[in-house]
């Protein structure tokens, strides 16, 4: 065999055709990834140093060197100890240099060989070696093993790219078993270690079994690899073919003047989206659902699922904010436009505006109107807004027992949708809106979770500035939302909620508040949805006054504006048949308008006879009196107690009747000190249906018991409120103001009240407080020189009539300092 050497500018014809004995030493070129095998070409790339000159004395000599693999490839001059000990010997058949100085080589490789010693490290290594012959065994098993070999080599060569069809000929016509594993193992991709266990393999028979399951592993990979490639293939097909179908009926449908609904729809959504500053993971999620809308056909099921929620994000003013009117000035004259007094809430509100006009980027805080029905609440929140110049979106909480309705449903479920405060928020169509949340104290929890838990976030100013909804899956800032709540009692409202809200009360109006209102509000809203003229509708303040005091007994004015619609109603009847005009409508004709009388006043009814009390209590819908009724009976010293009563006033009653047994010689000087060993003791607080509890009728309920032992009546224009100790001591309660009210309500003028309470009667409008005698208290002899009625002529319990005295010197009781005072601090 003739090659060619050529170095670009010579070359030399040599003959590699027959195999020449192998000398003692060789030198040895190491290889990287690369095992070479006898009878086979192997393309060599060299660019190392002492590899180059290797070649090149290798030229100037024999042209023999050995190829050994490399057990590290990594290694840039690998030395003897990271180089497999069996290689070939090869002949370098062909050599070419390149103009970067590296050489290509083409080597024919001979005999397998054995390095048995190193002679020479530098310049290159040098190796003495032994030649390892194959073990050859004719058989019928080497046979079958070549034909085995032949015919999976084959389908492997028709499976794959890289193996050329003439090695499928060359393989099919080579005789010798060595030749053939040799030929084979040289053309697969297998890793080093695997080629290398085949080359130092010299049984041949061995050699072929091994190349047998090497084969038929590749064969599965290839059948695998082709399996999975026609799966994409036919994927790409569908997919591409589709894509060319829906750009012809485009066309088509542009050509005819058609268009499709469902592209339209996903253009038009587009559209509104690149209209929008959305943030950027907002964005993200936008693109790619918008995607999915844009490959889904408009019969998919998820198709409606994936618009309306495109739809929404669409929907939400993530970007559109409306400017705060921080005019003080005018935001004082629209509250006070809308709302007569509540100077404590509008003070409130012109201090928030102070600090957002000093600082626009503060945090605000989430104001809590607690107070009974009626008083405004809510009607305060929209002329806040109003005075904010935001937008206004009322939401009710009150019944809500599923935590859905605040955070929304997953897009799992069907019919899914935003919660409460994202479909506000689309509504209202600005991201800093003012949300009044109604009836915040009346959420409920149950299996489905716990709304109040959900809203700690909503109402957190430190977390709902990423507050994400269910169905969004999104953050939505709600920091630039003001949200206003309102409740009736606290009671009810979870610590951790209530710890996140700035708390206003605001109680019932006066007699007086709710003239002014009646005449600057309610009137003139009625004649409007009557029909009336204003003129056609006057009423006096002595028939509002009539009616504030005798079909109304409420905290705030609904009742009263239901009563003023009747006699507004009244009125356009009249209009409307043409009756002679009644002119401005006064107490008397209010009253034939409005029919009986719907309260009286029961102070001096029901206290007329020994043993009754008036107290003052707090209910949800704003103070009121309460009855405490004592009797005797002949028994054996047992006391029961009804009305329905929670277990705090009936601990209050028992303590009462503690104290009044222990001090009966103070109370009722004239009774027998075994009087309770022969006498039951019954009390009752009337209107039964009611439940009722609270610690601040105790000194009530000591009252009607000394009056019912002392035979003296108690004061009808007196009543009383506190909480009263085993000991004798008044301690303080909440809501005087409440109660106050009530008390003006029921025309009762003197409140007695405990010593530490008389700071809140700052709370107190002064023209009620110059209506009203407040007596403050210690201990409870104070209550009973106070209320007690000095009598010539008192009634024992058992019914007689005995001498009582009057309330002088002779008359002792556990008494303490009291104070009374007014507006006038005359009593």
């Not at 393989?171 to 594993?181: K, P, T």
């Not at 799966?231 to 894509?243: G, K, L, W």
């Not at 006096?540 to 705030?556: F, Q, S």
Request: aromatic share 4%; glycine share 8%; net charge negative.
């Amino acid at each position: 065999m003739i090659e060619i050497i050529s170095d670009g500018s010579s070359a030399q014809e040599i003959d590699i055709g027959a195999r020449q004995p192998l000398p003692e030493t060789l030198p040895v070129l190491p290889l990287r990834e690369t095992v070479p095998f006898p009878d086979t070409l192997t393309p060599l790339a060299i660019g190392q140093e002492r590899s180059v000159q290797l070649v090149n004395d290798v030229l100037a000599g024999n042209r023999m060197l050995v190829m050994a693999a490399s057990r590290q490839p990594e290694l840039e001059e690998p030395g003897p100890q990271e180089l497999y000990e069996v290689g070939v010997v090869g002949v370098v058949a062909r050599m070419l240099k390149v103009p970067d100085g590296t050489l290509r080589l083409l080597v024919q490789g001979a005999q397998r060989v054995r390095i048995d010693t190193w002679a020479e490290e530098k310049p290159y290594l040098v190796a003495a070696i032994s030649e390892l012959p194959d073990v050859v065994e004719e058989s019928l098993e080497l046979t079958a093993l070549m034909r085995s070999v032949q015919q999976t080599f084959s389908q492997i060569v028709e499976a794959v790219p890289y193996l050329p069809e003439e090695l499928q000929i060359a393989v099919a016509n080579v005789e010798d078993a060595s030749a053939l594993s040799h030929l084979i193992s040289g053309s697969l991709r297998l890793p080093t270690e695997r080629k290398q266990e085949l080359l130092e393999e010299v049984n041949v028979a061995r050699r072929l079994r091994r190349l047998t399951e090497v084969l038929a592993r590749e064969l599965e990979v290839i059948s695998i690899g082709s399996e999975i490639q026609s799966q994409v293939q036919s994927e790409m097909d569908r997919t591409q073919r589709e894509f060319v179908l829906r750009q012809q009926l485009k066309a088509i449908q542009d050509e005819l003047g058609e268009f499709d609904e469902s592209a339209a729809e996903a253009n038009e959504l587009r559209e509104q989206l690149a209209a929008l500053e959305l943030p950027a993971d907002v964005r993200k999620q936008a693109d790619r659902e918008l995607g999915r809308l844009e490959n889904l056909p408009t019969q998919a099921a998820e198709h409606g699922v994936i618009r309306a929620y495109l739809e929404w994000i669409a929907s939400l003013p993530w970007d559109h904010s409306t400017e705060d009117n921080l005019d003080l000035d005018h935001a004082r004259t629209v509250l006070d436009e809308d709302h007569y007094g509540l100077e404590q809430v509008k003070d409130r509100i012109l201090e928030f505006l102070a600090v957002r006009k000093l600082k626009p980027d503060a945090r605000g805080t989430i104001l809590c109107f607690v107070g009974p029905p009626g008083v405004g609440k809510t009607s305060l929140g929209k002329s806040i807004a109003r005075a904010l110049d935001r937008e206004f979106e009322r939401i009710s909480v009150g019944g809500v027992r599923d935590e859905s309705e605040i955070r929304g449903h997953r897009r799992t479920y069907i019919g899914a949708m935003p919660g409460t405060i994202i479909r506000a928020l689309r509504d209202a169509g600005s991201n800093n809106p003012l949300f009044m949340i109604d009836e915040i104290d009346k959420m409920g929890s149950d299996f489905r979770g716990d709304p109040a838990s959900a809203m700690l976030e909503v109402l957190d100013p430190e977390q709902n500035e990423h507050f994400r909804d269910h169905y969004l899956d999104l953050p939505f800032d709600l920091s630039k939302v003001m949200f206003i709540t309102t409740a009736n009692t606290l009671d009810t409202i979870p610590g951790p909620l209530r710890d996140r809200m700035e708390m206003i009360e605001i109680a019932g109006y006066t007699a007086d508040e709710k003239l002014q209102i009646a005449k600057r509000y309610l009137v003139p809203r009625q004649a409007e949805r009557n029909g009336l003229r204003r003129s056609q509708l006057r009423i006096t303040d002595a028939a509002l006054r009539a009616v504030i005091g005798d079909y109304t007994r409420e905290a705030g004015v609904r009742e009263l504006e239901r009563q003023i619609g009747a006699i507004g109603r009244k009125v356009a009847r009249g209009v409307a048949e043409e009756q002679p005009a009644k002119g401005s409508i006064g107490e008397a004709t209010a009253r034939e308008l409005l029919g009986r009388r719907r309260y009286h006043s029961e102070a001096k009814r029901r206290t007329r006879l020994p043993g009754v009390a008036t107290g003052l209590a707090w209910t949800p819908v704003g103070g009121d009196v309460l009855f405490v009724e004592a009797t005797a009976m002949d028994g054996d010293g047992e006391l029961q107690i009804t009305g329905q009563l929670g277990e705090v006033m009936k601990e209050s009653a028992q303590a009462a009747m503690s104290y009044v047994r222990g001090h009966l010689s103070l109370v009722a000087p004239d009774l027998p000190t075994d009087w309770f060993k022969h006498h039951d003791v019954h009390i009752h607080v009337p209107a039964g249906a009611i439940p009722k509890d609270g610690p601040s009728a105790g000194i009530t309920m000591a009252t009607a018991l000394a009056s019912l032992l002392s035979g003296r009546q108690v004061r009808a224009d007196v009543a009383m409120t506190g909480e009263m100790t085993l000991t004798g001591q008044v301690l303080p309660i909440g809501g005087l103001k409440d109660k106050a009210l009530a008390a003006q309500r029921n025309g009762i003028g003197c409140i007695i009240a405990p010593q530490l309470n008389e700071p809140d009667t700052e709370e107190i409008p002064e023209h009620l407080r110059s209506k009203l005698t407040f007596d403050f208290v210690e201990e409870i002899g104070d209550v009973l020189e106070l209320a007690l009625e000095p009598v010539e002529q008192a009634v024992s319990p058992n019914g007689r009539s005995r001498t009582a005295g009057g309330r002088g010197e002779d008359r002792v009781y556990a008494r303490g300092k009291r104070s009374a005072r007014t507006a006038s601090d005359q009593r």
